[in-house]
């Protein structure tokens, strides 16, 4: 999720979309916040790992 984020956010940047940059940054944060709670060994969406 955070790749995709990155990815919205340079393309929407490239090409002046605002709301592709918008999502990106979104996408971006929602994946870091996913990506610290499973590091610490919380269970996300119900579940423990993700593969």
């Known amino acids: ?3 995709l984020g990155l990815i919205l ?3 929407g940047l490239l090409a002046d979309i605002g ?3 918008t999502l ?3 996408l971006a944060i ?3 916040v996913l ?3 499973g590091s610490t060994g919380r269970a ?5 790992h993700w593969f």
Do not use: D, H, P, S
């Open 35 to 37: 990506a610290l709670l």
């Open 44 to 48: 996300v969406g119900g579940r423990n």
């Open 19 to 21: 709301i592709l940059v």
């Open 24 to 26: 990106g940054v979104i």
């Open 30 to 32: 929602i994946g870091a």
């Open 1 to 3: 999720m955070i790749v």
């Open 9 to 11: 956010l340079l393309v």
